[in-house]
Nanobody
């Protein structure tokens, strides 16, 4: 059973930084994309970033491009999201995800397993 555990959320002032971490277990994650989604209060879940099985390819939502960086650990079962220049609009619950199909990277929520989420609040 796939388990994803996020950490690193919290309260930060606008312009600040946070680094989210995710530890995955329950199967091998080599060969599978991983990613981050978020859900702001009163809004639908949205794609934030994804990284390929090798770590060589990344994809970002336009709203975070240039501010957020996704990366994977050497063991491939950890994924990170470095968030810089945070804005109040980044306030949301952030979810770590792991791909369901090997060698396949998308922005569709249904293509991923999900963690429980970690809260990020950016104050103005």
């Amino acid at each position: 059973q796939v388990q994803l555990v996020e950490s690193g959320g919290g309260l930060v002032q606008a312009g600040g930084s946070l680094r989210l971490s995710c530890a995955a277990s329950g199967r091998t994650f080599s060969g599978y994309a991983m990613g981050w989604f978020r859900q702001a209060p009163g809004k639908e879940r949205e794609f934030v970033a994804a990284i390929s099985w090798s770590g060589g390819t990344t994809d970002y939502a336009d709203s975070v491009k240039g501010r957020f960086t996704i990366s994977r650990g050497d063991a491939k079962n950890t994924v990170y999201l470095q968030m810089n220049s945070l804005e109040p609009e980044d306030t949301a619950v952030y979810y770590c995800t792991a791909g369901r199909r090997p060698y396949y990277m998308t922005r569709l929520p249904s293509d991923y397993y999900w963690g429980q989420g970690t809260h990020v609040t950016v104050s103005s």
